[in-house]
Each structure stands twice: as structure tokens, then as C-alpha cells.
């Protein structure tokens, strides 16, 4: 059995640098928003948000990714004032209760990126890799932050009228596109190594279509870039498997699914991306995802060619 070879780098962020690759960090997700697709409304307001950041810290994320808008199928776009006055509050009052902690701001609103990281972020994670605000480029560039550029096919609303791909269009078409991306930003003045690429699981790929993507995750080395996984309880991972005649079927679905399956589903698809070579895991649940990816990691520490 091989494993993909994961290069290690350093990446640059605000005020401080982070090694990637000789161990997998991981990401808690702090969702500050009434309808996020598995957390909405959890979280909204500051106490408990707060409570869940350091919660989240203590469990043993290395970052945290405050987002203030959900980009579930078919969300309302968020105007970027009422996005500042959910997240910006909880982040400061984060940073005051954990000075050390490692924030990262979810947004596609270049001023919303500005006032985060100068509020004391250190990352911009922006779902449209800088696709959907011409600002977001020279913001970041100037604030001299790291920057994670996803993969997105579409806005929400339209991704389930996108037209099917087929399986070997899936890898292809993401890797063609985060290579423009990032091109882009670094030509508008973003450094290479404040730069990771996410290919976007979920994100205008139809449930299927996920898992090519995430069987070749190491063919997105070629691009340069450390790589970020963000498929905790993403819908393709709960949904029926396709029947196959004589085989026992597992029946999983996002509304039937009880949390400890999507868990379990998520979990084997995060060892599964580590081993394929992503740097970085962003995660609801973080302790299983430290433990996953600590199994992950001895596994590729120990791998040798074949003999």
C-alpha cells in the first residue's frame, strides 16, 4: 500500500508562520449564524460561542474559523455589515479570553477580512478564492495574512441546477481552476506562502462527484500549494450508498443519519484525506479529528516503498 508524499512548508501568516506537513493541523469550525447547515443557531450569540472556541482549543485545534454566513445549498447571500456584527465580537472577545489562539475569519467580503484581521485574525479562508469581492485580493495582500482559496462551482443558489460531471472531470476541473486562483492572487501581490488551497468538497460538486476528488487529493500537489480538507458532515458522506447486487447496503442519510453515523462518516473521510495528502483538516468535531489525523500521521511517518 502507498501514501501520497506530503510536502512540508512553512506557511506565513499575520504575525507568525505554522509547519505544514509533518504533522496534520486541525481547524475547528465556529459557525456564528442562525442556519449553517448541521450547527445554525447553536452558537449565535457571544457567551456561547466563546464557550465553544476555547472548548474547541482545549479538545486541541490548532485554528479556529469564525464564519458569520452560511453558504449551504441555496443561502441567502449575507449583507456584509450584518456578517461583521456576528463574528467580529465573538473573535475579540476570543483572542481577550485566549491571547495565543490562532483565528482565521470565513468570509468573501474583502471589509469584512480587514476588520477581522486587523481585530487580530491571522487568516482569511475565503470560500470563492477571491472570485466574488475584487477587493479581497489587495486586502489580503496588504494585510500580509494567510489566505486558504477554495474551489467553488457556482454560487449556492445555483448548485443544484449545475450539470452532472463525470468522474474523471471532477479532479481536472478543480485543479485547472485553483491553479487560476492562485496565480491571480499572487500576481495581485499575495505571497506563495501565505497561500492554501481547499478543492471545495461539496461546494458546486454533486454528492458522487466528491469522491474522485478525494481519492486523487494528492494530484493538487502539483500546484505548489499546501492543501486544506473541509469535509466534515458534508452530505455525500451520509447519503445511501449506490446498491450493488449481493452486497449488504448501508442506509445513511443527512436527515435520517444520527450523529454518531455522520461522525464515523466523517471521520473515515478525514483519515482517508490526511493519507491522501492534505496538510490541514477543518472540522466540527475536534477531538476525533486530532485523533484520526495522529493515527493518520504515524501511518505516513512509518510508510516505506514497497520492496
Request: charged residues 20%; glycine residues 8%.
Amino acid at each position: 500500500m502507498s501514501f501520497a508524499v506530503r510536502p512540508q512548508v512553512t506557511w506565513r501568516l499575520r504575525t507568525r508562520t505554522l509547519p505544514l506537513g509533518e504533522r496534520t493541523l486541525v481547524v475547528g469550525i465556529l459557525n456564528v449564524t442562525p442556519d449553517s447547515f448541521s450547527d445554525g443557531g447553536q452558537f449565535l450569540d457571544t457567551p456561547s460561542a466563546v464557550s465553544h472556541a476555547l472548548a474547541m482549543l482545549d479538545d486541541g485545534a490548532d485554528i479556529l474559523d469564525l464564519g458569520g454566513e452560511s453558504t449551504r445549498p441555496n443561502s441567502t447571500a449575507l449583507a456584509a455589515g450584518e456578517e461583521q456584527a456576528r463574528v467580529l465580537p465573538v473573535l475579540r472577545a476570543i483572542l481577550a479570553a485566549r491571547p495565543g489562539a490562532i483565528l482565521s475569519i470565513d468570509t468573501y467580503h474583502a471589509e469584512t477580512a480587514r476588520l477581522a484581521i486587523e481585530s487580530g485574525a491571522e487568516i482569511v479562508n475565503d470560500v470563492s478564492g477571491f472570485l466574488w469581492d475584487e477587493q479581497m485580493p489587495a486586502i489580503c495582500a496588504a494585510l500580509g495574512c494567510g489566505v486558504v482559496l477554495m474551489h467553488t462551482r457556482g454560487r449556492p443558489g445555483e448548485w443544484r441546477g449545475l450539470p452532472p460531471l463525470a468522474p474523471n472531470e471532477v479532479v481536472p476541473l478543480v485543479r485547472s481552476a485553483l491553479a487560476t486562483r492562485a496565480r491571480e492572487a499572487v500576481a495581485a501581490g499575495v505571497a506563495h506562502d501565505t497561500i492554501v488551497l481547499d478543492p471545495g468538497f461539496g461546494f458546486g460538486k454533486r454528492l458522487d462527484e466528491n469522491f474522485p476528488l478525494l481519492a486523487h487529493l494528492d494530484a493538487l500537489h502539483a500546484l505548489g500549494f499546501p492543501l486544506l480538507a473541509g469535509i466534515s458532515r458534508k452530505s455525500f458522506l451520509t447519503r445511501p450508498e449506490p446498491k450493488v447486487p449481493g452486497a449488504a447496503q448501508t442506509t445513511l442519510s443527512q436527515s435520517q443519519g444520527t450523529a454518531s453515523e455522520a461522525l464515523a462518516a466523517t471521520t473515515a473521510a478525514n483519515t482517508a484525506a490526511v493519507l491522501a495528502g492534505a496538510h490541514i483538516l477543518r472540522v466540527h468535531d475536534v477531538h476525533p479529528a486530532v485523533q484520526a489525523a495522529a493515527i493518520a500521521d504515524r501511518i505516513l511517518a512509518s510508510a516505506s516503498p514497497a520492496p
